[in-house]
């Protein structure tokens, strides 16, 4: 994974910021195949963002094959820790990844903290990735 920094962005598309919706410009595809030897590009952009209980983040996310410039993978969704559902799936996920040296379980901790909650919700986005869907190199 590399990460174009907002000057080198800017540098090759005269932009320093573009959406996961918007075309990608000819000059980064180019500086991203050849370049760089990149498989695909994946966009991502925060959609919704409300730090304060119920908390709620959304992304959108995409992956473009440069082989052919296919979207192989899409994701748009919103996390809201006010749905039951969505809690108790990011309360398990709490359970599932806690790491402290001494556990000790406090009661959705995560529903409180807007870091740990975007860290479920990308979990949630990147388990829906396709695990291999880019065109072969051949």
Known sequence: VVQIDRDSLSCLSGNTTF????????????YATETLEADAILTIDLTSYHPYRPIRMGARCRLIDLKNLEVVWAVDETFDSARADVASEAMRYEARTRTAAFPVFT???ILRSPRRFAEFAA???FLSLPE?????KF
């Open 132 to 136: 291999n869907r880019l065109s072969p």
């Open 19 to 30: 959406g996961s919706v918007d075309p990608i410009p000819e000059s980064l595809l180019l």
């Open 123 to 125: 979990e949630m986005c």
């Open 107 to 109: 009661g959705s901790s």
